[in-house]
């Protein structure tokens, strides 16, 4: 069997969790590479979650969850200064509205303390409000100023350019579609675009990397999709309905129904919890819609629902274990698992990716390299810059004097940037999802067009051919003759 590519290490995966391996990776003296089934990376879970860096208080103590959760919060303080992530440290509240939730509040403290949150407390009723005045049926909460609110699109994008950038490579629209094995030990990686000889294999596929462990042969681990469905608001209408990280008490399944602004000034509501058989069903219900509003108007009775601007729903990968699954699998040599990654996957994933990549080095003997650049410079967002820096900006490339998406006020310079970076936009939402062109309230009614002209002419293709978001997601076709006749 012919090999296209030869490497050390092969990553499945292209979420925030693959993407903070790779560059964990990258700092070791060897070579590795990131295959993602889709058009661009954040497709999975990644790209339908809460943002939310949370405090480590919820998961059991002394499971993985709970040690990564705490580590990855610490983490992202110093990521946050390297990779330029966009960040807000705003702390967040468990509510309780009866006595009972107020019980299960004390709880939260004492397995927060047990897990090493530091700084963790209840608020009385009347402290809670002065936080976020808008909240009614409030007994009180706890508040954990180390949570906090990310963008996570952008995360992982940082972490692969930041990977890209000390040598490894992403490979897009490449699907696993089995391994080549000798004396149960991976040796190859068998893709849609050939094989990749390998000696290590990270299985971070998400909702699917229990069928990726399977296809490997190691069948210890079933994956169930849990449904969670959102409803965002205009931030013009929003902006300070809350101003930070609202909690429900949690129930078994779920951390709550949650109302949450985002980094970019956008409240949401969500999510609910559905386990599904389908790993693609991400449509929205009205049954869901209907949970997450009632839910919601328990403690914000007034909710703008005017003002919602649009609803989505995400999957997240429920482990039969219970637990995250890291580390070198017990059953096929050379395959690592990082799988079952619900939240708080999301904070957690740069302490996976330390647990992953140390694994891999000390089975590999593989060294630190002594120049790995742990920095990225940081973009260009046009409007936050000064009106100087704006004036500098359009001399010296007048494309950043062209607004195509007024709602958010993006230029074409920056789209154009976006496309060509190390781990560029290739799609119409990867545009939308590095620079936020089509995020707005019309939801890319005005710019859409405009963009994907764009990505038409940077990427030098025909304008059929650009995608919305995955493979074969086409929004344009070429003019055919109809019953025979002219065009």
Request: charged content about 25%; glycine content about 10%.
């Amino acid at each position: 069997m012919e090999f296209v590519k030869s490497t050390d290490v092969v990553v499945i995966g292209g979420g925030i969790v693959g993407a903070a391996i790779l560059r964990e990776l990258s700092k070791y003296d060897l070579q590795c590479v990131l295959v993602e089934k889709e058009p661009d990376l954040s497709l999975g879970t990644t790209k339908a979650n809460s943002a939310i860096l949370h405090a480590g208080f919820d998961a059991p103590t002394g499971s993985l969850k709970a040690m990564t959760n705490v580590r990855g919060n610490a983490l992202y303080h110093q990521l946050e200064k390297d990779l330029d992530l966009d960040i807000k440290w705003t702390g967040s509240l468990v509510v309780a509205t009866t006595d009972e939730e107020m019980a299960t509040v004390e709880e939260l403290l004492q397995r927060g303390h047990a897990n090493g949150v530091e700084g963790l407390r209840i608020l009385s009723a009347e402290e809670v409000l002065e936080q976020e005045p808008n909240l009614q049926n409030v007994k009180g909460a706890l508040w954990a100023p180390s949570a906090g609110v990310c963008w996570p699109f952008g995360a992982t994008i940082a972490f692969a350019e930041c990977a890209v950038q000390n040598g490894a490579e992403v490979i897009r629209d490449c699907k696993v579609v089995g391994f080549v094995k000798e004396d149960n030990r991976i040796v190859g990686v068998e893709t849609n675009k050939g094989v990749i000889k390998t000696k290590y294999v990270v299985n971070a596929a998400g909702i699917y990397a229990d069928e990726i462990a399977r296809l490997a042969g190691d069948d210890s681990f079933i994956i169930t999709p849990r449904k969670g469905e959102y409803i965002l608001f205009d931030k013009t209408a929003c902006s300070s309905l809350v101003y930070g990280v609202v909690f429900p008490t949690p129930t078994k399944t779920s951390k709550g129904i949650l109302i949450c602004t985002t980094t970019h000034g956008n409240t949401f509501i969500g999510p609910n919890a559905v386990d599904q058989d389908d790993k693609e069903d991400k449509a929205v219900t009205t049954a869901g819609m209907n949970e997450v509003m009632a839910a919601a108007r328990k403690i914000i009775p007034n909710l703008p629902m005017g003002a919602a601007i649009t609803e989505f729903a995400g999957l997240r990968a429920v482990s039969s274990t219970g637990d995250f699954i890291i580390g070198a699998s017990d059953k096929v040599e050379g395959l690592c698992n990082a799988a079952g990654m619900q939240s708080p996957g999301l904070t957690a994933a740069p302490a996976v990716a330390e647990m992953v990549a140390t694994t891999i080095a000390y089975q590999g003997n593989f060294a630190k390299k002594a120049n790995f650049n742990g920095i990225l410079s940081k973009k260009k967002i046009f409007t936050r810059l000064t009106p100087a820096e704006k004036a500098d900006a359009i001399a010296q490339d007048h494309l950043y004097g062209r607004v195509i998406c007024r709602c958010e006020t993006i230029t074409e310079g920056e789209i154009v940037a976006a496309i060509k970076s190390p781990v560029g936009a290739r799609t119409v939402d990867g545009v939308k999802r590095r620079t936020r062109a089509g995020m707005g309230r019309c939801q890319g009614g005005f710019c859409g067009p405009r963009v994907t002209q764009i990505l038409a002419r940077e990427l030098n293709i025909p304008i059929p051919e650009v995608l919305k978001e995955r493979t074969d997601s086409h929004m344009f076709y070429e003019k055919y003759p109809v019953d025979g006749g002219e065009e």
